[in-house]
C-alpha cells in the first residue's frame, strides 16, 4: 500500500469502512456499491460507497442488479447488518451463506421490491434528523 486519495475500505465499524487511502489502482471497485464486513468483530457491518474504492478481503462487496441510489442504498444497510449480525466471529458471514440468507424487503402487489417506499422512507428519517440537527445547533449557539 502506497499513501494516496483512494480509499481503502476495511472491516471496520466506523467511517464508512475507509481505514485509509491508498495510491494503488488495481481492483478498484465502482461506487454506488455495498460492502459489507464478513469477518471480524461486526459481521454484517454495511456501507454504502458512493465513490470508488479498493476493499479488503474481509469485505464482500455487492454490486446491485436494480438502479439503487444512496437512498436505497440506506435502507438496505441496517437490514443486511441485522442478517449478517446473526453469524458469529468463528464462523464468518461466507460468500455462500450470504447467497443462501433471506433479506424481507417492502414489496408491490407483484411482488417485487418497493423501491419508491424505501426511498421515501430514507428521505423521511433524513428530514426528520436534519431538523434535530437544527434545533441542537440552535441550542448550541444560544449556549455561547
Known amino acids: 500500500m502506497r499513501d494516496g486519495t483512494t480509499r481503502y475500505i476495511g472491516a ?9 487511502y491508498i495510491s494503488n489502482n488495481e481492483h478498484i471497485h465502482p461506487g454506488n ?20 474504492y479498493w476493499a479488503t478481503d ?19 444497510a441496517p437490514i443486511i447488518k441485522c442478517v449478517g449480525g ?20 417492502p414489496v408491490v402487489a407483484d411482488g417485487s421490491p418497493d423501491f419508491d417506499y424505501m426511498k421515501s422512507y430514507i428521505q423521511t428519517i433524513r ?9 441542537l445547533c440552535s441550542l448550541q449557539n444560544k449556549s455561547t
Not at 461466507?94 to 424487503?105: A, H, P, S, V
Open 58 to 76: 474481509d469485505v464482500n462487496v455487492l454490486y446491485p442488479k436494480f438502479n439503487m441510489n444512496e437512498d436505497i442504498a440506506l435502507f438496505f
Open 33 to 52: 456499491t455495498l460492502t459489507v464486513c464478513y469477518n471480524g468483530s461486526d459481521i454484517g457491518r454495511t456501507f454504502y460507497q458512493s465513490e470508488s
Open 127 to 135: 428530514r426528520a434528523s436534519e431538523a434535530r440537527i437544527a434545533v
Open 12 to 20: 471496520s465499524s466506523f467511517n464508512n469502512g475507509i481505514t485509509t
Open 86 to 105: 446473526l453469524h458469529e466471529y468463528d464462523d464468518k458471514w461466507k460468500l455462500e451463506d450470504m447467497k443462501t440468507d433471506t433479506i424481507k424487503l
